[in-house]
């Protein structure tokens, strides 16, 4: 078993028979923050939901584990007790739902994180201010109506009350404006302090990395990871782009 909270290993995954990933590798270790990059359609989503173990998706070979487990067999849901995160890139609307009772649906019967419901109404009310979101949103229905930044608010609160071991968030694809932004920032920046987390960040929009001090870059290509380094392959990508990568991918 390897040392580190999340370790892939060789790793090759698709939908039908087209094959999107091809034995990637790639080693989270706890506590620290890494960030996935890469083109459009390279399978930095596909990864997440790989890892997250989404049916859609047939895993081919390789192995997930996860926390000193191997995973690769498991429910999504059993992942999801064992401590895995994985945003919405499109958060979900359910109508007639409640938005606190969605909440306390999904931290209920987890162990350190179910409570009382006075207690969880405080605590929910809390991280609510936090994030600066008006308490009306609390008993509004899920999603229903909400803008992307209130979309993104929501996500965020739930990843604080969930207090996972390791969030993948996915925010490749979601068009926020600077407020967002700054929400999903804040939100991670929190998760880190408060629940000493771990994290995995897909994007494209390295602002949201500002305040975050970054341990590790992996750049996918065409479902392969082709390089990986530091935080300072960050500014290097926002100058030069992918096409380094793309090339060397290519030359393989
Ligand atoms: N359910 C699916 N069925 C068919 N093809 C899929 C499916 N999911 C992903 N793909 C394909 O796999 C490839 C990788 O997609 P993926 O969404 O993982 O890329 P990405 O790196 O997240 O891209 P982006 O940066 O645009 O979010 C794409 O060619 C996509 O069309
Ligand atoms: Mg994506």
């Known amino acids: 078993m390897s040392e580190a909270l999340l370790s892939i290993r060789g790793l090759s995954a698709g939908v039908d028979d087209k ?28 990864l997440g939901h790989v890892v997250m173990g989404e049916p859609t998706y047939e895993m081919t070979s390789g192995t997930i584990e996860f926390d000193g487990q191997d995973i690769t067999e498991l429910s999504p849901d059993k992942r999801s007790r064992a401590g895995l995160f994985l945003s919405f890139q499109a ?23 179910d409570m009382k419901r006075k207690e969880f109404r405080k ?17 509004r229905e899920l999603g229903v ?15 604080l009350l969930l207090q996972p071991k390791l969030a993948i968030l996915d925010e490749t694809d979601s068009g926020l404006d600077v407020d967002a932004l700054s929400v999903v920032s804040h939100g991670m920046e929190a998760y880190q302090r408060q629940c000493n ?7 494209h929009n390295t602002r949201i990395l500002e305040h975050l001090d970054v341990d590790r870059v992996h750049v996918m290509v065409k479902g392969r990871v082709v390089a ?7 500014a290097d990508i926002d100058a030069n782009g992918f096409e380094q990568f793309e090339q060397a991918a290519s030359a393989e």
């Open 19 to 46: 094959q999107i990933l091809d034995t990637v590798n790639l080693e989270v270790p706890a506590g620290e923050v890494h960030v996935l990059m890469g083109p459009n359609g390279a399978g930095k989503s596909t």
């Open 91 to 113: 958060p979900v609307e359910i109508p007639g739902v409640p938005l606190t009772s969605f909440l306390r649906a999904i931290i209920s019967g987890r162990e350190g994180i």
């Open 123 to 139: 605590r929910v009310r809390a991280l609510a201010d936090e994030l600066e979101m008006d308490r009306v949103y609390l008993d």
């Open 145 to 159: 109506g909400f803008s992307g930044g209130e979309k993104k608010k929501v996500e965020m609160l739930q990843l």
């Open 197 to 203: 987390g771990t994290l995995l960040v897909i994007t």
């Open 228 to 234: 990986e380094g530091d935080a300072s392959m960050i």
